[in-house]
């Protein structure tokens, strides 16, 4: 996480140097607005990432072959991994054979309409 804060200073730092040669000064302003304006969406997309993680691990679906794509990563941020790949248009979908319920049937559907109804209607 270090080398990361590190990195992103270092390209800020970098970028607002190039700012001293008048043909990079736009293209570093442009650069800085567009940073500066993604970021609404950017919190709205991670929202939409985390209510649909949720609602997944609620019906009780699995990711395929998560031992193989995701060795070293607790259950949670697999998930969210899958599902944020699965928004960008990745096709490795989750596994969603243990959703049907024998005793049940239906049961985590109504679970999950009647959170999303809440949720919506707030």
Same mark, same amino acid.
């Given at each position: 996480m270090l080398e990361l804060t590190i990195l992103i200073c270092s390209f800020i730092k970098l970028l607002?140097? /190039?700012? !001293?040669? #008048?043909?990079f @000064?736009?293209?570093?302003q442009m650069v800085a607005k567009t940073c500066? #304006?993604?970021?609404?969406?950017?919190?709205?997309?991670m929202l939409w990432i985390f209510f649909f993680t949720i609602s997944s691990? +609620? /019906? @009780?679906?699995? +990711?395929k072959d998560k031992d193989d794509e995701y060795p070293k990563v607790?259950?949670?941020l697999a998930w969210l991994i899958q599902i944020y790949r699965n928004s960008i248009g990745d096709i490795n979908t989750p596994d969603y054979s @243990? /959703? !049907?319920d024998e005793e049940n049937p239906g049961k985590q559907y109504v679970?999950? @309409?009647t959170i999303w109804t809440f949720w919506f209607l707030n």
């Open positions: 607002y140097f /190039l700012r !001293i040669f #008048e043909q @000064g736009f293209l570093v500066k #304006e993604v970021l609404p969406f950017m919190a709205f997309f691990i +609620i /019906l @009780g679906s699995d +990711i607790n259950w949670f @243990g /959703l !049907i679970l999950i @309409g």
